[in-house]
């Protein structure tokens, strides 16, 4: 069995689908279910007894330490986190107790567990962290890609939370020996994502008839990577990743912020047209947030070179498929879209008209 936390956010239960659609070993979920945790996102697991979901804190000492203890889990994946940037700029605590102290007391708990394994489990056992390529901090417009050796040199409350944690992660390795990997990825799309990120946003306004909000210009460049593809990176990690070495995960898809949104609305467009008219005529500028990084780009050459992945699916070919995937789930995004994101959104946005 393998414990994964955070299962039933966005990454998080796209990577519980993929480990049970390509192998039998149970998955044991832990998430805390906050606004962006959803068991919508599982519901193709309801029966299936290799999914054994439990609600709790990874910063709960006393439930990791039972849920250790009773399953035993030969590995751990950690998706666990707070990891919206705007909401971070609003209310940083909430990322400091998640990513930091959380991610702390998840560690304190395997480090117990490791230190009761026979040589022979120990040797097989991996802590897998998947964090971001937002610890890096910006890049110029010229410059190469981030690159695993690359400064960490986060820019907001967000992204210094979880270089935070990635700190503590390289830590336990190196004073406790605990066999960890470390992941960072760049910006994630597809199925089960929470509306309030820039793909699932504009889906979701565009089809209301709502503005669509551009920040600033529009020229923010980031690099785009498939769900799937991650999914599969971290399997691969996992599998044949050496302990103590950090991973990035990139889709080799670097675009502005105003190109993907055109791309969004020209699909939309051609499979769910407007009685009249594009779709780009609803983009709206509005007041950059602050601190807003210019341009992440991941270095994915590492996990090319060393442990044989690269990302199978292009934007185009991903965008599409997840474009169709909200034209075809309108009541789960119905579902999610509850009266408290809609407040949150009008929160964000409201002072950037």
Known sequence: MILVTGGAGFIGANFVLDWLRECDEPVLNLDKLTYAGNLENLVALKGDARHVFVQGDIGDGVLVADLLAQHRPR????????????????????????????????????RAYFGKLSDLEKAAFRFLHVSTDEVYGSLG?????????????????????KAASDHLVRAYHHTYGIPVLTTNCSNNYGPYHFPEKLIPLIIHNALAGKPLPIYGDGSNVRDWLYVGDHCAAIRRALASGMPGETYNIGGWNEMTNLDVVHTVCDLLDALSPRSSGSYREQITYVKDRPGHDRRYAIDATKIERELGWRPAETFTSGIEKTVRWYLEHADWVGNVTSGAYRQWTETNYADRK
């Open 141 to 161: 417009e010229v410059e190469p890609p981030f690159a695993e050796t690359h400064q960490y040199q986060p820019n907001s409350p967000y992204s210094a939370s």
């Open 75 to 110: 590995a751990i994946v950690n998706f666990a986190a707070e990891s919206h940037v705007d909401r971070s700029i609003h209310g940083p605590g909430e990322f400091i107790q998640t990513n930091i102290v959380g991610t702390f007391n998840l560690l304190e708990g395997v």
